[in-house]
């Protein structure tokens, strides 16, 4: 592996992706195929080996399907450098990106590691789902120049990535992490407070409580309860979203049904007993052949391209929708 990542090719400093798992892959993809130079870190050169044999078929998907500022797939690959060396990936990152397990200890360790060997003017920033921005900036020397960003799987296709202050983060942090996202295509959303979960996987966590408290009430199969899902208001959340879609219903008429419906809904604040059983049975899903559906006679790796592709058609359309705001501004409107 190349120890001495070279900076891209008008000089500037790379940024760095800690940790070459999925998350720090898929990322280190979505940095190419947008244009950016980046360097994946990881200390296993095993890993680091399987994540860039990984990353050369992403990327060649990508640039088939259009993604991406070029048509030169041996371009997109280059601008991702590997290195086993920390200080040879981070000593002059301005940005660095650490992707490593959710687990505070283990993140810890690598903020102690990298505020030793990274520029005191590095903004990290942290991919966790569900851990506190201002619990992790405590274990750092520089809190102020700590945040989250919170990417969706596939990082290299799903287009929004949250920003999240800690109490501590400067504006100069969330503006180094926002300006990094939006040169590489993707469309950050600044969260302005450090809550559990953020935005999307609040409001993911609660329609799958509500998800699986129908399935284990029997009131659906598993597939058409995703049927239902994909076929109803998934199809229009691309477009409409969730509060805008409100203003198109009517808000009298969505008062109405919340008023109907919240008290009626699952309430409980622990995982529903079917969702229990299956992670203590060993079924954890496509990884492990079997979880609500039974993937064992499945080829994954098409499973997984096709589920990409997928998501693909999706992107194009969430960007068609997107285009040019239609919705007025906050500030026009009457009071």
Same mark, same amino acid.
Request: proline share 5%; aromatic share 4%; hydrophobic share 40%.
């Given at each position: 592996?190349?120890?001495?990542?070279?900076?891209?090719?008008?000089?500037?400093?790379?940024?760095?992706?800690?940790?070459?798992?999925?998350?720090?892959?898929?990322?280190?993809?979505?940095?190419?195929?947008?244009?950016?130079?980046?360097?994946?870190?990881?200390?296993?050169?095993?890993?680091?080996?399987?994540?860039?044999?990984?990353?050369?078929?992403?990327?060649?998907?990508?640039?088939?399907?259009?993604?991406?500022?070029?048509?030169?797939?041996?371009?997109?690959?280059?601008? $991702?450098?590997? &290195? %086993?060396?920390?200080?040879?990936?981070? /000593?002059?990152? @301005?940005?660095? *990106? !650490?992707?490593?397990?959710?687990?505070?200890?283990?993140?810890?360790?690598?903020?102690?590691?990298?505020?030793?060997?990274?520029?005191?003017?590095?903004?990290?920033?942290?991919?966790?789902?569900?851990?506190?921005?201002?619990?992790?900036?405590?274990?750092?020397?520089?809190?102020?120049?700590?945040?989250?960003?919170?990417?969706?799987?596939?990082?290299?296709?799903?287009?929004?990535?949250?920003?999240?202050?800690?109490?501590?983060?400067?504006?100069?942090? $969330?503006?180094? &992490? %926002?300006?990094?996202?939006?040169?590489? /295509?993707?469309? @950050?959303?600044? *969260? !302005?407070?450090?809550?559990?979960?953020?935005?999307?996987?609040?409001?993911?966590?609660?329609?799958?409580?509500?998800?699986?408290?129908?399935?284990?009430?029997?009131?659906?199969?598993?597939?058409?309860?995703?049927?239902?899902?994909?076929?109803?208001?998934?199809?229009?959340?691309?477009?409409?979203?969730?509060?805008?879609?409100?203003?198109?219903?009517?808000?009298?008429?969505?008062?109405?049904?919340?008023?109907?419906?919240?008290?009626?809904?699952?309430?409980?604040?622990?995982?529903?007993?079917?969702?229990?059983?299956?992670?203590?049975?060993?079924?954890?899903?496509?990884?492990?052949?079997?979880?609500?559906?039974?993937?064992?006679?499945?080829?994954?790796?098409?499973?997984?391209?096709?589920?990409?592709?997928?998501?693909?058609?999706?992107?194009?359309?969430?960007?068609?929708?997107?285009?040019?705001?239609?919705?007025?501004?906050?500030?026009?409107?009457?009071?």
């Amino acid at each position: 592996m190349d120890d001495q990542p070279s900076e891209s090719g008008e000089g500037a400093p790379r940024p760095a992706i800690i940790g070459a798992g999925t998350m720090g892959r898929n990322i280190a993809v979505a940095s190419a195929v947008g244009g950016q130079p980046v360097t994946l870190f990881d200390i296993d050169e095993d890993a680091l080996a399987e994540a860039e044999a990984e990353i050369r078929s992403t990327v060649g998907t990508l640039v088939d399907r259009g993604v991406g500022d070029t048509t030169d797939v041996s371009a997109v690959r280059d601008r $991702v450098a590997y &290195a %086993t060396d920390l200080a040879a990936a981070v /000593g002059d990152a @301005p940005l660095i *990106v !650490e992707a490593v397990t959710e687990d505070r200890e283990v993140k810890a360790a690598v903020y102690e590691d990298l505020e030793r060997e990274a520029p005191t003017t590095a903004t990290i920033a942290t991919n966790t789902s569900s851990l506190s921005i201002t619990e992790l900036a405590s274990s750092l020397s520089h809190p102020e120049r700590f945040c989250g960003m919170h990417w969706f799987h596939p990082a290299h296709i799903v287009p929004v990535v949250e920003v999240v202050y800690g109490d501590r983060t400067t504006d100069e942090a $969330v503006d180094t &992490a %926002t300006a990094f996202l939006e040169s590489i /295509g993707k469309d @950050p959303v600044v *969260v !302005e407070r450090d809550i559990p979960g953020f935005i999307a996987n609040r409001i993911q966590s609660a329609m799958a409580r509500e998800a699986w408290a129908l399935l284990e009430s029997g009131v659906a199969s598993a597939e058409d309860i995703d049927r239902a899902v994909k076929g109803t208001f998934g199809f229009r959340l691309p477009t409409l979203g969730v509060l805008e879609k409100g203003d198109h219903s009517g808000l009298d008429v969505h008062h109405k049904v919340l008023t109907e419906l919240l008290g009626e809904i699952d309430r409980q604040r622990e995982p529903a007993p079917v969702l229990t059983e299956l992670v203590e049975a060993g079924r954890h899903g496509v990884k492990t052949d079997r979880g609500v559906y039974d993937w064992s006679d499945a080829d994954l790796d098409r499973v997984t391209a096709e589920r990409d592709q997928r998501l693909l058609d999706q992107l194009e359309v969430y960007r068609a929708a997107r285009g040019p705001p239609d919705v007025p501004d906050e500030s026009e409107s009457d009071p």
